[in-house]
């Protein structure tokens, strides 16, 4: 069975910084924003944690293209750096890496936190290093404390704010997989959202057994109405939950063999002539590039 190529080269490689083209040029309020005062932070305190990504050096310039960490270059430059790590591109790729980085999940970040700390790191030094007040770090350490590991699980790619948890962690844990159930397949996994799940749970499927109190300028009429809203799109999350792999199935299914229809210039031409609005409505199908719209 044949290797798949790396991307990178594996080993990191010393580059000049005065060797490396940015490939695009940033807004000059970069470096007033907190992401630029968190990098610079991060590294005075411990280095450079992710090395740039650049393209190998021009034959005639021995200049590198930069395809990821414009922030960081920028930084880098102006703490005094003369030399940065750098993994070089193995391919010619014409797109930018950096539309490609999966960046951290909320969880990702709380156990890699937990993780220093349970190797000594103070939370004032890794506060110190991130640019943040400690207490931002205390609440992302103890991020999980009281969510049950289904929720967790189901939270695992993606970013939201501590908030959340803060309303997950007053609910019971089959009232916690209920919620994260609904944020997750809304999409939308705010606390506003949250709070107002947390004002539509039952006494007895809170940790306390005491109603939350209510949301500001929400009257009981609308609470009432939430609640049975919410219970109904329980209800038709489930449905949806147990067809959902074979509909996909078909679709995909479906999609393939419009495709193969539509490649017959005659078929196209007949139902061109006969329901064209039927033959705009197969060509929309076909081209359609995700089934999660």
């Known amino acids: 069975m044949s290797k798949i190529p790396l991307g990178f080269i594996a080993e990191p490689l010393s580059v000049p910084l005065d060797a490396i083209l940015p490939s695009r040029k940033l807004p000059a309020t970069v470096i007033t924003s907190v992401k630029y005062r968190q990098i610079c932070a991060s590294i005075k305190d411990i280095g450079l944690i992710e090395p740039l990504s650049v393209t190998a050096a021009d034959k005639t310039s021995k200049q590198h293209l930069l395809l990821d960490g414009h922030v960081r270059l920028i930084a880098l430059t102006e703490l005094g750096y003369e030399v940065a790590p750098c993994l070089v591109a193995t391919d010619d790729e014409a797109f930018t890496y950096n539309s490609r980085v999966n960046r951290l999940s909320t969880i990702e970040e709380h156990r890699m936190i937990r993780r220093a700390i349970d190797r000594g790191v103070s939370p004032d030094h890794l506060a110190t290093a991130l640019s943040v007040d ?94 049975r809203e919410m219970a109904n799109l329980q209800g038709q999350y489930k449905l949806v939950e147990q067809t959902y792999a074979d509909d996909v199935l078909n679709l995909v299914l479906a999609k393939g063999y419009l495709n193969k229809l539509l490649g017959n210039k005659a078929v196209v031409r007949f139902l061109g002539q006969k329901t064209p609005e039927l033959l705009s409505e197969f060509e929309l199908i076909a081209q359609t590039q995700s089934l999660d719209h």
């Open 134 to 227: 400690v207490s931002h770090i205390i609440k992302k350490a103890s991020l999980l404390d009281g969510i049950c590991p289904e929720a967790a699980e189901m939270l695992k790619d993606r970013q939201f704010s501590t908030d959340v948890a803060r309303m997950l962690r007053k609910m019971k844990p089959t009232r916690q997989i209920e919620c994260v159930e609904l944020l997750v397949s809304a999409n939308n996994i705010t606390v506003p959202y949250a709070e107002a799940l947390l004002v539509a749970t039952p006494p007895d499927l809170l940790v306390d057994g005491k109603k939350t109190q209510k949301l500001t300028r929400v009257t009981p009429e609308q609470i009432s109405r939430m609640e």
